[in-house]
């Protein structure tokens, strides 16, 4: 069955950077697009970016350009998502999420979600 | 991108139905058949009940539709149950090759 698993909750001061994985398994790695979607506490979804985890490219919302970079490992099937000088309302929990193969931007699997608390 | 605009809250009670609307613009919601549907209950991760508009997923109940009318999608649940009670998002494909979410709605059970 399709899995996505993420990388443990992370606690970063104001400025840092963090790295959140998210490992795939129950099928073809390189067949399907993978997105990330963030929620801070009590508030919405919002789509963050998606990388083709085939050839590796990769496409962010503009808000995120220049602060986040998502990559791929295909020889462990994982993806990763790096956000960089983080800042107190970066505090939010990050997901992964597979894009399904009909249509387009439908993610039909989600990882369980990484917290990330952004505090000094 | 703006997020696309959901009601705040839709209430009814077990058995009636209810819609929750997502609207957008021509740029996203209007300009292309990719809307999504998730339902997501506390604590948990999103789960896809509607893809393209009006498509269901194996396993989700017939009792959630999906339809659209120019730059607005609606999410039907007719029949409704105790466990239906969460919080619904739309999201759509947008003319920048991106994502957008709707700003969500609680579905509430009285």
């Known amino acids: 069955q399709v899995q996505l698993v993420q990388s443990a909750a992370e606690v970063k001061k104001p400025g840092a950077s963090v790295k959140v994985s998210c490992k795939a398994s129950g099928y073809i790695f390189t067949t399907y697009y993978m997105h990330w979607v963030r929620q801070a506490p009590g508030q919405g979804l919002e789509w963050m970016g998606i990388i083709n985890p085939g050839g590796g490219s990769t496409t962010y919302t503009q808000k995120f350009q220049g602060r986040v970079t998502m990559t791929r490992d295909t020889s462990t099937s994982t993806v990763y998502m790096e956000v960089s000088s983080l800042r107190s309302d970066d505090t939010a929990v990050y997901y992964c999420?597979?894009?399904?193969?009909?249509?387009?931007?439908?993610?039909?699997?989600w990882g369980q979600g990484t917290l990330v608390t952004v505090s000094s | 991108q703006s997020a696309l605009t959901q009601p705040a809250s839709v209430s009814g009670s077990p058995g009636q139905s209810i819609t929750v609307s997502c609207t957008g613009t021509s740029s996203d919601v209007g300009g292309y058949n990719y809307v999504s549907w998730y339902q997501q209950h506390p604590g948990k991760a999103p789960k896809l009940m509607i893809y393209?508009?009006?498509n269901r997923p194996s396993g989700v109940s017939n009792r959630f539709s999906g339809s659209k009318s120019g730059n607005t999608a609606s999410l039907t649940i007719s029949g409704l149950q105790a466990e239906d009670e969460a919080d619904y998002y739309c999201s759509s494909y947008t003319s920048s090759s991106t994502g957008v979410f709707g700003t969500g709605t609680k579905v509430i059970v009285l």
């Open positions: 999420a597979r894009e399904a193969l009909e249509g387009r931007y439908n993610f039909d699997h």
């Open positions: 393209d508009v009006s």
